[in-house]
């Protein structure tokens, strides 16, 4: 299955997400958008923040990769190994900073 296959069938997942949160007024980038939020508090509940934040910049890190992989002609299978993505937030005095390859620094509430 291709991504593309597998991010259309997302258009009934966030469907019913927003249908369950009311939110179905609003555009799909908010939609999808408050799906991933709540994606990572799962993820945190069930691991820590660290481990959501890590999760999301993998993700992030695969999407580039492929994206610009197919973009370019390159091989999808093998993208994942090319991007590098940092994520850095300040929120009321707290830093969060991880990023691919394993680095994570900052201060944070986890």
Not at 17 to 24: G, R, T, V
Not at 73 to 91: I, P, S, Y
């Amino acid at each position: 299955m291709t991504n593309e296959e597998r991010a259309e069938q997302l258009d009934v997942l966030i469907g019913t997400f927003a249908k369950m949160n009311n939110i179905e007024g609003e555009d799909d980038l908010t939609q999808a958008s408050d799906m991933f939020c709540n994606l990572l508090h799962w993820i945190a509940k069930r691991t820590d923040g660290r481990q959501a934040l890590k999760a999301a910049v993998r993700g992030v890190g695969h999407f580039v990769a492929e994206y610009t992989a197919e973009a370019t002609g390159g091989d999808e299978e093998l993208a994942d190994f090319d991007a590098f993505v940092r994520l850095e937030a300040t929120c009321d005095g707290s830093e969060w900073f991880v990023a691919t390859g394993g680095a994570l620094e900052g201060q944070g509430p986890w």
